[in-house]
T-cell receptor, first 108, second 114 residues
């Protein structure tokens, strides 16, 4: 399975956009890129996923590099409720495997 | 309400006890999973069931025994656990085990082994 690399932590001001990066240089052609987040005392929550094209939904946008070796999760306006650990994961022949994620802090 | 309900939310058990964790999904999904989340470690996949058949077992010790009686229910039976088994145990479900099928997680059972 392709491995992912994310920064351990990031900080954002409230109401500002946040760009969370993920490197997945060993991704294969049929692997999907998934993003989940985990709020304190809760299970992980699905955010978005994509294959090649950029994706938008009500929670976030996913920008995928042309070579697919990296991606960026974009939160357009961070709120205090977005403070969580964000996981980038690649799905191939086996179910999702999660890394350590990025802990996002949002400052009021 | 996540659509995936886990009980109990907290469990404390001794090393000689036998207990079971329960997971129920109300989403009509065909696949269910057990993950383990230890402090400061990534989520670890333990078991995968698709249409009530186990399709993956990630070298989990035999003191953990899963059971999937139907597509809506998943159990994790625990016996003679060790203190290092203390962790958050998360259940998830998905429509299929396909690579583009999002997972829906419950809020977990916080297990403490004394």
């Amino acid at each position: 399975d392709a491995k992912t690399t994310q920064p351990n932590s990031m900080e954002s001001n409230e109401e500002e956009p946040v760009h969370l990066p993920c490197n997945h240089s060993t991704i294969s052609g049929t692997d999907y890129i998934h993003w989940y987040r985990q709020l304190p005392s809760q299970g992980p929550e699905y955010v978005i996923h994509g294959l090649t094209s950029n994706v938008n939904n009500r929670m976030a946008s996913l920008a995928i590099a042309e070579d697919r070796k990296s991606s960026t999760l974009i939160l357009h306006r961070a709120t205090l409720r977005d403070a969580a650990v964000y996981y980038c994961s690649i799905s191939g022949n086996t179910p999702l495997v999660f890394g350590k994620g990025t802990r996002l802090s949002v400052i009021a | 309400e996540t659509g995936v309900t886990q009980t109990p939310r907290h469990l404390v058990m001794g090393m000689t006890n036998k207990k079971s964790l329960k997971c129920e999904q109300h989403l009509g999904h065909n696949a269910m999973y057990w993950y383990k989340q230890s402090a400061k470690k990534p989520l670890e996949l333990m078991f995968v069931y698709s249409l009530e058949e186990r399709v993956e077992n990630n070298s989990v010790p035999s003191r953990f025994s899963p059971e999937c009686p139907n597509s809506s229910h998943l159990f994790l039976h625990l016996h003679t656990l060790q203190p290092e088994d203390s962790a958050l145990y998360l259940c998830a479900s998905s429509q299929e085990t396909a690579v583009d099928s999002p997972l829906h997680f419950g809020n977990g059972t916080r297990l403490t082994v004394t």
